[in-house]
């Protein structure tokens, strides 16, 4: 077992242990996929003011997120297919979650499905939700996360048109792989991977019944995504989908000020500044440089939270600093779970912890609810 040092080495050993469409589908993002490079490229740019000689012992990274105590302000962001980068891992990644103190989100497209997840876990945890055509569905799927207790409900709003990912079609990503001789030979060089694979669930356990035209696979999925997904989502929605839930309710996807106003009216507990991991409008501004503006408009109305390009407990701090009261880590969950399954999520949350709470103390900070611009060297 090689020495796990930070999100980086679970990555690369990620990218060794999970099948190239698989890892793929997790490691990219929409046309050049300048926005995804951002997100990271513009959260290693901020530079954090390093301070000494202050008393920084018994520092505290706990907090709330919508009056849920949190280890620290992190939940785990809903990801689609995430049973394909290790077998059953949605139900993994919730048990590591609620065993580290910090809530899961499972998506909609997820390949365990909420029941899966309720059975395997003893607290609640949240559900993402895309808005359909079918309004049959989308209660449907309110009622099944409501029967499970889920507390919170988490709405995308940045989805209604999908962003090509270059990657899955030139892979033929799908779910499960089409056994074709790239493929195969790629499961061989994946033993582990393959084994796990048999026992573990295979298609999307959300949507089972209501995909129709002859199978799951990518191609499918696109044309049942084209099909199903609603363009014409608006607010009027999301006041009918609060209505329909009836709990706690966060709004994710938001990258413009005007928007984050009209989400604010909404009555929404929380909304995140998003660009889907940039993989839907290439050429969006990173959320780490939406941030700001949002926070400062709408934070004494709405918690704030922030999602995109976090790989370390210092991107965490940033985020704080410039008015997040929560984030949200994707791509970091996957490469965890890709390396090494559960065991590989707790490494992960327990790296990214310490990071944070490090970096903290460099900065002459004890609590993360005392983190603000302070800690940051203003930029020119």
Not at 242 to 265: M, P, R, T, Y
Not at 306 to 334: C, E, P, S, V, Y
Request: proline share 3%; aromatic share 6%.
């Amino acid at each position: 077992m090689p020495v796990i040092t930070c999100v980086e080495d679970l990555r690369v050993l990620a990218k060794k242990r999970v099948p190239k469409a698989f890892y793929d589908y997790a490691d990219s993002g929409s046309y050049t996929e300048s926005t995804y490079r951002a997100n990271t490229d513009d959260l290693a740019a901020l530079k954090l003011r390093q301070r000494v000689a202050i008393n920084v012992d018994e520092r505290s990274t706990r907090t709330t997120m919508i009056g849920h105590d949190v280890t620290m302000p992190v939940a785990i962001a809903p990801t689609g297919l995430t049973g394909m980068q290790w077998a059953n891992g949605e139900m993994l990644g919730a048990i590591a979650a609620e065993k580290f103190g910090i809530p899961f989100t499972l998506s909609t497209m997820s390949i365990c499905s909420i029941e899966d997840v309720a059975s395997v876990t003893t607290k609640p945890f949240w559900f993402q939700l895309y808005v359909m055509r079918d309004r049959g569905f989308v209660k449907s799927m309110i009622d099944r996360a409501k029967a499970a207790k889920c507390s919170a409900l988490v709405l995308t709003l940045d989805l209604q048109i999908l962003g090509q990912r270059h990657k899955d079609l030139k892979n033929g990503m799908s779910v499960p792989p089409k056994l074709t001789l790239d493929t195969l030979m790629d499961l061989a060089s994946k033993p582990g991977w393959a084994l796990r694979a048999l026992t573990g669930r295979k298609t999307f356990g959300n949507l089972a019944g209501h995909i129709t035209g002859g199978g799951s696979g990518i191609q499918t999925l696109s044309q049942w995504t084209a099909s199903q997904f609603d363009p014409t989502l608006n607010w009027d929605d999301v006041a009918w989908i609060k209505e329909q839930w009836g709990g706690k309710l966060i709004l994710k996807g938001i990258l413009d000020v005007e928007d984050a106003k009209l989400a604010a009216q909404t009555g929404a507990d929380a909304l995140v500044v998003s660009n889907h991991g940039g993989r839907q409008l290439d050429g969006a501004m990173s959320s780490i440089e939406a941030l700001p503006a949002i926070a400062e408009a709408v934070g004494d109305q709405i918690e704030v939270w922030f999602d995109g390009g976090i790989r370390t407990g210092q991107d965490i701090l940033k985020a704080t600093a410039l008015g997040a009261k929560g984030t949200m880590i994707g791509r970091a969950f996957l490469y965890s779970l890709g390396a090494m399954g559960g065991e590989g999520v707790t490494k992960m949350l327990q790296i990214l912890q310490k990071e944070l709470d490090v970096s903290m103390a460099l900065t002459g900070t004890k609590d993360i609810k005392d983190v603000g611009p302070q800690i940051l060297i203003p930029r020119r």
